[in-house]
């Protein structure tokens, strides 16, 4: 069994913020913190993703189509889809990731998105 909380220690930032936050037997959930105006870049991932707003607001860009996500909105989205993420405001996201993704990917999303 693993317990974990999405609302400890959050810091926002002036970069974009990732950790993971609690592993399973078969998926990694990685919380990013992005505050006010802060974006992800458009990319995709080889497997399947649940975005999921825990708290704020997002504009998602999902293959070139916008959708609002407000605090407690979620999506799934298919392997190797393209998508973006703008935060209305500061923002703590939900990623779920198949065990087989790497939160590295993550990480070189978050650090390229901040050049």
Known sequence: MNIANFNGDKIFG???????????????EI???????????????????????VDGAIDLGVEKVTHKLNKGGIIALKANVHHDLSALKDSVIRLTLSKSDSVDRVNAVAKDSAK
């Open 14 to 28: 002036d970069k974009i913020m990732t950790k993971v936050i609690l592993e399973s037997d078969f998926s990694k």
């Open 31 to 53: 919380r990013i913190l992005l505050a006010t105006g802060q974006v992800l870049k458009e990319h995709k991932s080889k497997f399947p993703i649940v975005i999921h707003v």
